[in-house]
């Protein structure tokens, strides 16, 4: 590129002083580089030079005039001015001086261009989508068509082909011709020749009859959004293999139990930090422990220490710099395990181990639920609880046995009183606190990932069980299922885990934040988040109380934002523009764990120096939980809808005992006939694919409740299934 500039440059700025042929237009996009509300948002004039980030430079947003009065917008911009770049799924825009034909914004007409691809080729142009215009501010939003790649330099391209409510074309206003021009005044020179060099790349893509020009440009760098977990991983390898100890049980005796000797499960969950534990029967658990009679022989428990990188009692991990390294360790956890062996005779390597991931608000015994299929096709399976999941540590579970006999033992839960009310909840801690709310759940993400990286890792050290002294796990064939949140912890490790031989992702959300927007469970939350901020920015006269007709709790608000492909939103409603902002901030921070973020390095870009290995997704259609179009949009990001398996829920729905959810379809192996034949046809697709180590990918059944694989155009729709009246 440098090569080209000077002539670029030359070129650019001859065009940029020549005098449009036609008078201008009453209407301009605003061009005020001294605010981001006032000119093209993100821009790289909201940055400076800092040599401890990979990009080169680190995001400098102005604080609000009155912090007393904006304290959590001041707050979150403190962490975003961390950050070493922009959201790579950004909330774009551009104020005018008035009013514009939104129907007039369309890919053709505003665009982003990769400045480091080659102007002609395929994937230069980036198109938009969920197009708002605000008609109190004269503000245009939208987001890119796709996910952009980080650490990457763009240019937002506004043409005159944008139309003023009038009809008449829109003008380049006086303040960014003369920016172009002037020489010799600039504050900021290197942002100048950004955009003249922005502005030759871009020329030859408007139209070649010279009906348009450049209205308005903005030049930004995406966040870096890797560096972290690859810092988590290069901590843990560097730190001792962990062993995975089994003497948890009274006198530190071996938790190994035959499974035909299981009558009970009771789980014991450390609820508050001082009183009785709870105990919760698991019933179901043991039933579904023999769906394949016979297949599981043994069931072990245990621990193992795992470094701590969360900062206690907010539980959010530093980003830092994404020069600076590996995160540093603020102390170790200890992280309890279950394990499933398959009955019959050890492999000589040990037997094929598949790592079971977990969803939010449940833990390690999730995983009950499909041990027999996996055993049934000769693979282990071993579970751990989520930062935040399980309880608190002093979690048991007690175990009866045949005869009347029972065990007690140790199983500690990853949570903790996070906020000083002196329980523990189901999921805590969850959110990070204040000053730093904006980095939400990326702490949970962060850490579980790092759980797993030292999971593999004692794995290869070797495991144990009976203590023969033979190892009982083949390191050499070690793979991944996640369900829910356990998919967005396997987005991240499974790219960078190479001893992960293959993965399954089961109803995986995308960027948590953008789904939570979508999902009548999850909603509330959020809902909770912004009346927490100060000032509050719940909107409740303007709230919406159902979702695609599901009820959504309390707090109400309206962020009054359109669904991929629908047509330009007008926005009228009182406080939306404010929430649309804090949810992008909110993606932004939350890059470095975000499943779209990752996609792209499963197989379209892997990481470097590491090879794409097998996967497939299995997708419900319908999921209240993980919102279609929130699944689609990981999809798309990295490319892979011929690894999507569809669930068809819609179809299935309305037959005896199927439920309106289909959120929990692969762990249903319980529930009527019509809905275990799903979870058994999607365990068993799992199954087969473990066992032949990725190569053999067989359709699950029924086959007429599957699309294999999914077809296009993805879902964008959320298409709920009405709640029984």
Known sequence: MSKLLPALLAVAVIAAAAPSSRGPSPVTPLFDLESPERSPFPSDRFTVADSSQFTGRRVDLPMPADCAANVSECEDRAVLNELDGFNMQPRISIPFSGAIDPVTVTTRTVFLLDLAARPSSRDAVVGINQIVWDT????????????LEQHTKYALVVTTAVRDAAGAPIAPPAAFRAYLTNMATQVDPSYQHALLYAQAAARP????????EIAVLSIFTTQSSSHVVEG??????????????????????????????IESITNNVQTAVDGPLTSLPLAQAVENMQVVRGAVGTVAFGTFRAPDFTVHPSGHVPLGPSHAGTPASTGTVNVAFNLWLPSGVRPPNGWPVAICAHGSNVAKNFCFSSASVMASHGLAVIAINAMGHGGGPRTTMTIGLAGGRSVTLAAP????????????????????ARPLALLNTTGT????????????????????????????????RIYYYGHSLGSSFGMLVFPFEPAIRAAVFVVPAGTLIYNSLLSPPFRPLFGQMLAARSPSLVNEAQGIDTIDGREVAAP????????????????????????????????????????????????RSPPSGLAARPFIVQMARSDPASTNPSTSETIRAGDFADRVFLYRHDVNFGNPGVLPNSHLFMSSVGGSPAVARVALGAQHQIGAFFESDGRTLVNPTPAELWQSPIRKPLPEDLLFMP???
């Open 136 to 147: 109190a501010t004269s503000e245009l939003s939208f987001r890119p068509e796709r996910p």
């Open 205 to 212: 893509l408007l139209d070649r009859k010279g009906r348009t």
């Open 232 to 261: 988590l991983r290069a901590a843990v390898r560097r730190a001792p293999a962990p062993v995975l100890e089994f003497g948890v049980a009274t006198g530190a005796a071996p938790a190994v139990i035959r499974a035909a000797e």
């Open 413 to 432: 839960g990853n949570g903790y009183d996070a906020n000083g009310d002196g329980a523990i909840a189901t999921w805590e801690p969850q959110r990070a």
């Open 445 to 476: 993400l962060l850490q579980t990932t790092a759980f797993y990286f030292q999971l593999v890792r004692g794995i290869e050290a070797g495991v144990d069980v009976d203590g023969d002294g033979v190892r009982d796990l083949d390191p050499s």
């Open 556 to 603: 109400r608000f309206n962020e009054n934002l359109p669904l991929r492909g629908r047509p330009p939103l007008v926005n009228d409603v009182p406080g939306a523009l404010a929430i649309q902002r804090v949810v992008d901030h909110i993606a932004w921070a939350a890059q470095v764990a975000s499943t779209v973020a990752a996609a792209p390095l499963l197989r």
């Open 723 to 725: 709640r029984p009246r």
